[in-house]
């Protein structure tokens, strides 16, 4: 491949989701090296004033400063762009960074946006106290019912935002009437898509506006740095969002871009397996507990919407048992191979009670309210044989007394 040739959209367009997670995105320097290069410098130099000049007024293009361009950040950024089908993408220093910047940037006083009722617990954070605190007006609505979300409409609605499927209640929206709503009232929707990443679901085929999302899950996908981005057309991403990151500086380090950088070169296969291994050992979980909200079992309510949105299952299900707390505790406490961890998307596999960690600060009534009950468990499904994991709860099960 020539130094060039991954920054160039006319050629890397024609290419397969697997080779842009690869090849997608790569600039290489004079040294021809094989592997990304990792840029750690926070500012650049010039060889006459009028270089830098005219690169500040936006007539020459190159770097200026590592707020705004780093040549190890821009070669993410394009890579998750092609990954996407997205016109631009913008890095941050995190997923709720990308979240807050992805609704600061468009939002003033007066506004309103509709969100989901199910979801992370810091994204319902943003809408049920940081947005209110500037005058922006919040609906809380159920994402899965899609009437809810024309009757929360009104003459100041700018945004909805959501995630599909939800965390961690599984519920599953139906982006395509969601969107379509949303395009035809001249709203910007803006989607979550953590849970599964450009490998299993592509929201803007679906005609989603903006994509964001924590790259510390899967695009990274073991447990190593904190990533975010946002997806979306070029005007969005150049006039909207990037004054906001360029004034509030929310940005990627250089080394954790390389990291995800790595982690992408394997997103597509370690989806697929995660995916496979999620749905054996859901369907051995679904034989030993009262409740399993996982989107690929025929228990799932919206399966069918499910398989039409997504390629597969992704790696991460929940589980409801009827002892609460007690027993979901002592099902984590008896766990021998899988971790007691509240990420997600890693290649170990993990679980966490999100009563007692993910969602602790939305209170009791709040998270019943989104479904979260004290017996609720939720689980990422790693790149482990499969029969181990299951060998592991069943065990674990069988010591809570399941």
Not at 269 to 294: D, M, W, Y
Request: proline share 4%; charged share 20%; net charge negative.
């Amino acid at each position: 491949m020539k130094r060039t040739t991954g920054q160039d959209r006319t050629k890397t367009r024609n290419w397969k989701p697997a080779t842009r997670a690869i090849r997608g995105g790569t600039w290489r320097s004079e040294m021809g090296e094989t592997s990304e290069a990792l840029f750690l410098t926070s500012g650049y130099s010039y060889d006459d004033a009028a270089t830098v000049a005219a690169r500040f007024a936006g007539e020459q293009d190159g770097m200026t400063y590592s707020r705004l361009q780093n040549p190890t950040v821009a070669m993410l950024e394009e890579r998750i762009a092609l990954l996407e089908g997205a016109e631009a993408c913008r890095t941050q220093a995190s997923g709720m960074a990308a979240m807050t910047a992805a609704l600061l940037c468009q939002l003033s006083a007066g506004d309103h946006i509709v969100t989901a009722r199910a979801a992370f617990g810091s994204c319902r954070w943003l809408g049920d106290h940081l947005l209110p605190r500037f005058g922006v007006e919040v609906s809380v609505i159920d994402a899965t019912d899609n009437a809810a979300w024309e009757a929360a409409i009104r003459p100041n609605t700018k945004v909805f935002f959501f995630e599909t499927p939800a965390n961690p209640t599984m519920d599953v929206a139906d982006l395509e009437y969601i969107c379509g709503l949303a395009r035809a009232h001249g709203i910007t929707t803006v989607i979550d898509n953590a849970f599964c990443t450009a490998a299993l679901q592509r929201p803007l085929e679906f005609g989603a506006d903006v994509v964001a999302y924590s790259a510390t899950k899967l695009m990274d996908g073991q447990g190593r740095v904190l990533a975010g981005a946002v997806c979306g057309t070029e005007q969005f991403i150049n006039e909207k969002l990037l004054p906001f990151q360029r004034n509030t500086g929310p940005n990627l380090s250089p080394f954790n871009a390389w990291v995800v950088l790595k982690g992408l070169e394997t997103l597509d296969l370690r989806a697929k397996r995660q995916s496979e291994n999620a749905l054996k050992v859901g369907q051995f979980v679904e034989t030993r507990v009262p409740r399993i909200l996982h989107p690929w079992l025929d228990s799932h309510p919206a399966k069918a919407l499910a398989q039409k949105q997504m390629d597969d299952c992704g790696p991460i299900f929940s589980m409801v048992l009827d002892g609460g707390r007690a027993q979901a505790h002592a099902v984590l406490d008896g766990l021998e191979l899988i971790d007691i961890s509240n990420n997600i998307g890693d290649s170990r596999s993990l679980m966490c009670h999100p009563a007692s960690t993910t969602h602790h600060n939305m209170g009791p009534e709040g998270r019943e309210a989104m479904g979260i009950s004290e017996g609720m468990l939720r689980i990422n499904i790693g790149l482990e044989d499969p029969d181990d994991l299951i060998a592991d709860l069943d065990q674990a099960f069988a010591k809570a007394g399941l």
